[in-house]
């Protein structure tokens, strides 16, 4: 689990692709200082393993898997890149961002960059199974960051970057036409699977009863509208 609040840009130093994975390496020189084998660090918004690291050189190796590489933007990466890292959240640690699975859901594209006052407008590009739980105030996972959905359009959403966002993440310096990584907020995927009911077929009769009436009630209350 992690918040989206990146710590640090690292640097990637080879992405070795086999036939169904890969071995990614990154220079990380604040990521690394806490770092063991096995812990789970999100990569440009994607939770991977570390599965070696070399502490005197700042490096950190990770496996990817055929799947990820797939249905993530890190098969693009190439070594100079720079990369959104955030170490997976503790107890002791602080919330600022929102809840981040680090599990992609799809890919979007920049489509505009826009200057906004001192910050930028960012219109991308994205997927109708990522679009559908996205509103408008709600927060959502953009390479990682913790970012909040201004407008949500036909087939895209828009964020506004402030300029710390920029220079410390990713965000600030991709351009037009380049891709990202987007996960949903996770709540919303809850609600949606409520809402459409199939999470009511997988309860008992009873607990069945209870919700319907739960959704009679919000409809006639004007919460939702179907």
Same mark, same amino acid.
């Given at each position: ?6 710590? +640090?840009?690292? @640097?990637?130093?080879?992405? +070795?692709? =086999? ?10 020189? @604040?990521?690394?200082? #806490? ?23 700042? +490096? ?6 055929? @799947? ?37 859901? #799809? ?20 997927? #109708? ?53 987007? @996960? ?26 209870? #919700? ?6 919000? =409809? ?7």
């Amino acid at each position: 689990m992690f918040t989206g609040l990146i710590i +640090e840009l690292g @640097e990637v130093v080879s992405l +070795e692709k =086999k036939t169904e994975s890969a071995r990614l390496s990154i220079k990380a020189s @604040e990521v690394v200082k #806490d770092a063991v084998p096995g812990d789970s660090i999100a990569v440009n918004g994607v939770c991977l393993t570390v599965t070696k690291l070399l502490t005197h050189n700042s +490096e950190l190796f990770f496996d990817v898997s055929y @799947e990820t590489m797939r249905s993530t933007n890190l098969g693009n990466l190439k070594r100079g890149d720079r990369v959104n890292l955030e170490p997976s959240l503790r107890l002791n640690s602080k919330v600022g961002g929102h809840f981040v699975t680090g599990h992609v859901e #799809d890919i979007g594209k920049i489509r505009s960059k826009t200057p906004s006052g001192n910050a930028l407008r960012i219109e991308i590009e994205t997927p #109708d199974n990522v679009l559908r739980y996205l509103v408008e105030k709600g927060s959502v996972a953009v390479d990682g960051i913790s970012l909040t959905v201004v407008d949500v359009l036909k087939d895209a959403f828009s964020v506004v970057i402030i300029p710390h966002t920029a220079k410390m993440t990713t965000i600030g310096f991709k351009n037009v036409g380049d891709t990202v990584n987007l @996960e949903p907020d996770i709540l919303g995927k809850y609600v949606a699977k409520f809402l459409t009911g199939s999470w009511l077929i997988t309860h008992g009769a009873q607990t069945k009863n209870q #919700d319907s009436e739960l959704l009679s009630a919000l =409809k006639k209350s004007g919460f939702i509208s179907k």
